[in-house]
């Protein structure tokens, strides 16, 4: 069984940084892609990044420039650097791992419970 845990979030200033991390438990999780979602109030679940085993990335071409994703695969977690915050970044984001097709869709087989970000202005 993979569990994923989130953490990180919280609430902060516009034009804040933040750093979500995602610990994934379970060996079948070691290798696997990890993804980070977010649901904003009132909307669906959207992508947000993706990365593979070896480092290969995929963002949503809304988060290119203030999103990074990376992982640190002998600590089996991965993360989200989150730069100079808006408001539009309020959300629940979720980490997922072992996607059942594009990366980029919210079909993941393991998903986290979320972390709440505020963005206040």
């Known amino acids: 069984q993979v569990q994923l845990v989130e953490s990180g979030g919280g609430t902060v200033q516009a034009g804040g940084s933040l750093r979500l991390t995602c610990a994934a438990s379970?060996?079948?999780?070691?290798?696997?892609?990890k993804g980070w979602f977010r649901r904003p109030p009132g909307k669906e679940r959207e992508f947000v990044a993706a990365?593979?085993?070896?480092?290969?990335?995929w963002h949503a071409d809304s988060a290119r420039g203030r999103f990074s994703i990376s992982r640190d695969n002998a600590k089996n977690a991965v993360y989200l650097q989150i730069d100079t915050l808006k408001s539009d970044d309020t959300a629940v984001y979720y980490c997922?791992?072992?996607?059942?097709?594009?990366?980029?869709?919210?079909?993941?087989?393991?998903w986290g419970q979320g972390t709440q970000v505020t963005v206040s202005s």
């Open positions: 997922a791992s072992d996607p059942l097709g594009s990366v980029r869709k919210s079909e993941y087989r393991y």
């Open positions: 990365i593979s085993w070896t480092g290969g990335t």
């Open positions: 379970g060996r079948a999780s070691e290798t696997s892609i």
